[in-house]
């Protein structure tokens, strides 16, 4: 099978493919009685999801320079936006809804202002908030979301990547990513080329 897109880095990659399928959470509403221990999961998974950030920060740093490790600094400021997290208890308090369900929806009504804009840089921004929201409803849901790409080095193709699932994965076990999805313009497609790893998206 031939499959044709936009080379972000050009190069030609031999090997096994791994499909990289993200965990899909089940978002249930649920009505809650008390909105004061539903903020405090929010702020304690908020708390957990920085640390993580931090810690992908440092491994950027090391692996592909100050440059292009702020990318990660700007989903810690998305996660510490004032209007970001006041949706997120906004709905909690007035909807009186359970934590990952107030998340998702603010993820929603967040991405459809960036995917509505002119602009191909803000447009992809939409991705850092995904990636954001879903990292605190995995930590609101006990999740440890580890992904191995196992013993030897292959293709890895998803539907889409994020910067931070980029800068998680071993080097070493890397020849090649293919994403059906994705701006050539995105924070995932600026890590593809700085770690010289051939990648077509779209």
């Known amino acids: 099978e031939k499959r044709k897109g936009k080379a972000v880095y050009q190069g030609i990659a031999l090997g096994k493919i791994h499909i990289l399928k993200k965990q899909e959470y089940e978002i249930k509403k649920?009505?809650?009685?008390?909105?004061?221990?539903?903020?405090?999961?929010?702020?304690?998974?908020?708390?957990?999801?920085?640390?993580?950030?931090?810690?992908?920060?440092?491994?950027?740093?090391?692996?592909?320079?100050?440059?292009?490790?702020?990318?990660?600094?700007?989903?810690?400021m998305m996660l510490e936006d004032d209007d970001y997290q006041d949706a997120i208890e906004d709905k909690i308090r007035s909807w009186q809804v359970n934590a990952e369900y107030a998340v998702f929806q603010t993820c929603k009504s967040f991405v459809r202002v960036f995917e509505e804009m002119d602009d191909d840089y803000l447009k992809?921004?939409?991705?850092?908030?995904?990636?954001?929201?879903?990292?605190?409803?995995?930590?609101?849901?006990?999740?440890?979301?580890?992904?191995?790409?196992?013993?030897?080095?292959?293709?890895?193709?998803?539907?889409?990547f994020s910067p931070s699932e980029m800068i998680q994965f071993d080097k070493s076990k890397l020849l090649a990513f293919v994403s059906a999805q994705g701006s050539v313009k995105s924070h995932t497609a600026i890590l593809a080329r700085t770690m010289g790893i051939p990648a077509l998206f779209g």
């Open 124 to 160: 992809a921004r939409a991705l850092d908030v995904e990636d954001v929201s879903e990292r605190v409803i995995r930590i609101l849901s006990g999740n440890k979301g580890e992904n191995s790409l196992g013993e030897e080095p292959v293709i890895v193709v998803a539907d889409d």
């Open 30 to 76: 649920e009505t809650i009685q008390d909105v004061e221990a539903e903020l405090l999961r929010v702020a304690e998974a908020k708390e957990t999801a920085n640390k993580e950030l931090q810690a992908l920060y440092d491994k950027a740093l090391e692996e592909v320079g100050e440059e292009n490790a702020a990318i990660i600094q700007i989903q810690q």
